[in-house]
Nanobody, 114 residues
Framework: QVQLVESGGGLVQPGGSLRLSCAVS????????MGWYRQAPGKQRELVAS???????NYADSVKGRFTISRDNAKNTVYLQMNSLQSEDTAVYYC????????WGQGTQVTVSS
């Protein structure tokens, strides 16, 4: 059974930081492209960042220079370090694993508010 379990969300003030984690089981983690997506109320789900099996990362323009995606294949975990958070970053953040199939986590809420 494939499981993706996100953690690390919460409430943070503008300008603050959070680190999201996604622990993966049930698949060969190292061969999957891992991604973080987010969905704000009333908006479509969008790709925030992805990292392939070779470690190459891509970012949405809106988060470049503020967010960093990384992976630890020994721990089957992908991370999203989020700095300089803004109110527009408020959303549910989802972890995704992609190879032959696409797997999703349950999501973790990130709220940026003073």
């Amino acid at each position: 059974q494939v499981q993706l379990v996100e953690s690390g969300g919460g409430l943070v003030q503008p300008g603050g930081s959070l680190r999201l984690s996604c622990a993966v089981s049930g698949v060969i983690f190292s061969i999957h492209t891992m991604g973080w997506y987010r969905q704000a109320p009333g908006k479509q789900r969008e790709l925030v960042a992805s990292i392939n099996s070779g470690g190459s990362a891509n970012y949405a323009d809106s988060v470049k220079g503020r967010f960093t995606i990384s992976r630890d294949n020994a721990k089957n975990t992908v991370y999203l370090q989020m700095n300089s958070l803004q109110s527009e970053d408020t959303a549910v953040y989802y972890c995704n694993a992609q190879k032959w199939y696409s797997y999703w986590g349950q999501g973790t809420q990130v709220t940026v508010s003073s």
